[in-house]
């Protein structure tokens, strides 16, 4: 990809962005931008659907607009195309999905019946909300900035599998005006609360996920951290390495919780694997379910 975006790039700088030539470079290089897309993509060859057909439109238009404004002064030497294009695709985004259009998208789902392509869909909603920056940070001034992390992150995933759940739920027509993300963020703010709460619980009673034992309020907490990191690595029956989202053994269990003992976000995880946030959440909060007994059978919880 990395070749293909360069030489189109060199090929653009050629041409003057206002003659025909020019535009159809142009136009090339944001279709090859937007190969990498995260949302709007069709499912099983159907068609977009209208709300997903108006965002990759816009989104299309104002990549356009940037990169003509800003293609001649970009350094290839200074910074990776990779890195430049994902940047100026991530703003494209932000700048489109508005509440307004994640409100269309929201109704779109909600007109539709229980398919394969109604689930699409509320995946890309799911994408929609966290490219759209609009997500709210409640209660951040009551905690510190590591705990609150980790609670913060608890609570978005849960916020998100809330609203695929309960799409139909969501009234256009209520609430402080009227805004979609308002609905969205009234539950975020009080599952923040609630984390804070399962975050609080000792760890014998209930493992809900390995992101618990990074701020345990007991003594022995770095103990523990390090005595079931330690345990996961070493795998020694190979079950956690073996347990892994269908068709993506390199999605495992073990993989998965090393990356969070390492300190990295959901977000990020999501990045690397190439997988949504709400699916690998899932397939972790079941996976530790799975395996609570085996942890409280070989460690001193």
């Known amino acids: 990809m990395s070749e293909r975006l360069e030489q189109l790039l060199v090929e653009a700088r050629q041409h003057e962005a206002h003659t ?3 535009q159809f470079v142009l136009i090339q290089l944001v279709e090859e931008i937007l190969r990498s897309r995260t949302i709007c993509r069709p499912l099983l ?6 709300v997903q057909t108006e965002i990759y439109g816009q989104v299309k238009a104002h990549l356009l607009s940037e990169l003509s404004q800003k293609i001649d002064s970009y350094n290839l030497t200074q910074i990776p195309v990779r890195t430049w294009v994902s940047e100026l695709r991530q703003q494209a985004f932000k700048k489109i999905l508005d509440d307004q259009i994640l409100k269309q998208l929201a109704r779109e789902i909600q007109h539709l019946s229980p398919t394969q392509f109604r689930r699409h869909l509320l995946g890309e909603l799911v994408e929609a909300i ?13 905690f510190s900035s590591q705990f609150y992390k980790l609670i913060y992150e608890e609570a978005v995933v849960k916020t998100l599998a809330y609203v695929c759940k309960n799409i139909n739920q969501y009234d256009p027509n ?14 975020l703010d009080r599952l923040v609360i609630e984390s804070r709460r399962e975050f609080s619980e000792p760890m014998a009673q209930n493992l809900h996920s390995l992101a618990q034992l990074e701020n ?13 990191k330690e345990y996961m690595e070493n795998d020694p029956a190979h079950i956690f390495q073996q347990h892994h989202i269908r068709d993506r053994p390199d999605a495992n269990f073990r993989a998965i919780a090393l990356a969070r003992f390492s300190g990295k976000s959901w977000e990020e995880i999501s990045q690397d694997l ?3 946030i709400p699916t690998l959440s899932c397939f972790f909060q079941k996976a530790c379910s799975k395996f609570r007994g085996n942890f409280q059978e070989n460690l001193d919880l």
């Open 20 to 22: 025909q030539k020019g």
């Open 45 to 50: 060859g159907q068609p977009l659907s209208p």
């Open 130 to 142: 966290l490219l759209s920056g609009r997500l709210s940070r409640p209660h951040r001034e009551k």
């Open 174 to 187: 209520r609430g402080q005006n009227q805004k979609f993300m308002n609905w969205v963020n009234f539950r």
């Open 216 to 228: 345990l309020p007991q003594p022995s907490s770095d103990f523990l951290l390090e005595q079931t």
């Open 274 to 276: 190439g997988i949504k």
